[in-house]
């Protein structure tokens, strides 16, 4: 399966962003799926995580319930939304797609998107 992200941008800290990342190539709903963040000069990290049957969600600690996983399956494709966003949210922000394995781990994904610059200004 191939991923794009797209969505990234230039927002105001408070501000709301919503990133998509279209599937082809194969089906949103055969994978969990996963979305990770790497700021400069920082390790990837995780964000959030969808399970194959779209059924739990899973995220990182520093989300607080500011950051929803959401796939759409009939348009084959995944989302993130992002609200009351922090300047320590600017990173590049990568899709990615899991058989199998730890979903908070970025070595189990076993197909990555480009990534999507989050910019959050103060």
């Known amino acids: 399966v191939q991923l794009q992200a797209s969505g990234g941008g230039l927002v105001q800290a408070g501000g709301s962003l919503r990133l998509s990342c279209a599937a082809s190539g194969g089906t949103v709903s055969s994978y969990a799926l996963g979305w990770f963040r790497q700021a400069p000069g920082k390790e990837r990290e995780f964000v959030a995580a969808l399970n194959w049957s779209g059924t739990s969600t899973y995220y990182a600690d520093f989300v607080k319930g500011r950051f929803t996983i959401s796939r759409d399956s009939a348009k084959n494709t995944m989302y993130l939304q992002m609200n009351s966003l922090e300047p320590e949210d600017t990173a590049v922000y990568h899709c990615?797609?899991?058989?199998?394995?730890?979903?908070?781990?970025?070595?189990?994904?076993?197909?990555w998107g480009q990534g999507t610059q989050v910019t959050v200004s103060s």
């Open positions: 990615a797609a899991l058989q199998g394995g730890l979903y908070y781990s970025s070595r189990s994904y076993n197909y």
